[in-house]
């Protein structure tokens, strides 16, 4: 089995990352299929159109192996158009339904303009939460950026900052740390997992002085995560928590808002992150990045974090049939 790389926004890096990616992974035997328009590869590369999955694997090393679907009309690069929605969405679609059945492994995602997908209508924030509903388990999806040097996990993440404060309570972060748990153990084979968990305010809110949140929500729910056998600990205050001596004390951070968990990771690792969806019962990862449309088709875009993503997927793969074998 093989992982489906969609085509995300056409407009965007994705077809060159994806022609870059066939072209360096080829003679690897880390092969992949795609699902997307032809002719936005065909150009560069040779294609091949498969009917299904099983056939990639032996078509990989002379041609991209490609499910296609069709665009309604020419695409320029860095010039994204919403009537590209029902394609991008449904090679979202078709990847899942395939890892789904077990006719992919895993699906890695090219990125996608949430803007341009919320003019055509879509109803969800980003692939995250997309993918939650097509896989039936809305609500269960945790985002996990995982790179060489650390691992973040937001407790909130598509929504405004007041908004996320809002949402934050005891039983949201509990459930978060508890799905990390799972996974660092089950995805990442760390035994006995080491969570730290950010504060909210400056200073971890200093006793009071700089707000409540960490005595009233973070603090207990570090206690209860606690009594359930959680290594979690904090709250510790987040100026201090990414430094170069801190980050070997854990293996995972719990961080209470996107940009508390994505600015260290991207500031540290942005070619080598990788955005991996926790809660599904699919394997999903993609690269960190966004479409970047400002360099679509200038052939400035590095493939390194698509590399770690397609990587990464097939490691997670292994790692939970692995799991399942052992425990039936
Ligand atoms: N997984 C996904 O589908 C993601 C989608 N996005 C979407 O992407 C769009 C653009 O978001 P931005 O905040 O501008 O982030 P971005 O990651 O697209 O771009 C930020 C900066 O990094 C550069 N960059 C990004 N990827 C690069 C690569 N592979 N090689 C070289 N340079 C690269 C861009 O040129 C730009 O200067 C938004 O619509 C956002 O929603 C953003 C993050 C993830
Ligand atoms: N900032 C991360 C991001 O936007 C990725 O979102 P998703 O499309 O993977 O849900």
């Known amino acids: 089995m093989l992982p489906a790389l969609t085509m995300g926004d056409p407009a965007g ?5 994806t022609i870059a990616a066939w072209r360096m992974l080829r003679e690897s035997g880390e092969a992949f299929f795609w699902i997307g328009d032809p002719s936005l590869v065909a150009d560069e590369i040779p294609v091949r159109i498969i009917g299904n999955a099983g056939e990639a694997a032996a078509v990989f090393e002379n041609a991209l ?16 158009e919403s009537r590209f929605a029902d394609a991008i969405i449904a090679s979202i679609g078709k990847a899942t339904a395939l890892a789904l059945s077990g006719e992919a492994s895993a699906v890695v995602t090219n990125p996608i303009s949430k803007i341009v997908l919320r003019e055509a209508g879509f109803g969800f924030p980003g692939h995250t939460e997309f993918l939650a509903a097509l896989c039936d388990v809305p609500g269960e999806e945790i985002m996990m950026l995982a790179s060489p040097r650390l691992r973040v996990v937001p407790v909130t993440v598509h929504v405004g900052l007041r908004a996320a404060m809002d949402m934050l309570n005891v039983s949201r972060i509990v459930h978060v740390g508890a799905t990390l748990h799972r996974a660092l153990q089950r995805d990442f084979g760390i035994a006995a997992p080491r969570i730290a968990v950010a504060g909210l305010n400056p200073h971890a ?3 009071g002085v700089m707000g409540s949140e960490e005595q009233e929500t973070i603090a207990p729910a570090i206690a209860r995560m606690r ?12 100026d201090t928590l990414f430094t170069d001596l801190a980050r070997p004390g854990y293996d995972a951070a719990l961080c209470m808002y996107h940009d508390q968990a994505l600015i260290p990771l991207k500031t540290l690792d942005m070619a080598t992150g ?3 969806t926790l809660g599904l019962p699919i394997v999903r990862t993609s690269p960190d990045h966004g479409t970047a449309f400002g360099i679509a088709g ?3 875009a590095d493939v390194t974090s698509l590399l770690s993503a397609l990587r990464l997927a097939g490691e997670l793969g292994h790692a939970r049939a692995h799991a399942k074998e052992k425990n039936g």
């Open 13 to 17: 890096i994705g077809p060159e990352l």
């Open 227 to 238: 009594a359930m056998g959680i290594d979690a600990t904090g709250p510790w205050p987040p």
């Open 274 to 276: 990788v955005n991996v």
């Open 205 to 207: 809110g200093e006793g």
């Open 65 to 80: 192996p490609v499910m296609p679907l069709s665009l309604p009309g020419p695409v320029r690069a860095g010039h994204p």
């Open 298 to 300: 200038k052939g400035e």
